[in-house]
């Protein structure tokens, strides 16, 4: 059994930061890239940004300079420090993850997701 746990949303005024945490647990042999996504109120979920298990990231161009994606191999832990926060931040964010279980078995997990709301 794998899960994704995420946390660190809540309200921030507009230009304030936050940093969001994915922690993984369970039956894990490895993981190789792992993900923030968001999806605010009546839009489709978007990718805000990407880590390989080797450490190259890629950035959504509306997150790009404000947002860093960072992972902690030995905690199973993909983060994202989000600067200069705008109202349009304002989303349900989720992570997710390429995991290899101990059986072998690959497949994507997701979190739950965490509230982030920027008010301005």
């Known amino acids: 059994q794998v899960q994704l746990v995420e946390s660190g949303g809540g309200l921030v005024q507009a230009g304030g930061s936050l940093r969001l945490s994915c922690a993984a647990s369970?039956?894990?042999?490895?993981?190789?890239?792992m993900r923030w996504y968001r999806q605010a109120p009546g839009k489709q979920r978007e990718l805000v940004a990407t880590i390989s298990s080797g450490g190259s990231t890629n950035y959504a161009d509306s997150v790009k300079g404000r947002f860093t994606i960072s992972r902690d191999n030995a905690k199973n832990t993909v983060y994202l420090q989000m600067n200069s926060l705008e109202p349009e931040d304002t989303a349900v964010y989720y992570c997710?993850?390429?995991?290899?279980?101990?059986?072998?078995?690959?497949?994507?997990?997701w979190g739950q997701g965490t509230q982030v709301t920027v008010s301005s």
């Open positions: 369970g039956s894990i042999f490895g993981i190789n890239a």
């Open positions: 997710n993850a390429d995991i290899i279980t101990t059986s072998l078995y690959g497949r994507l997990y």
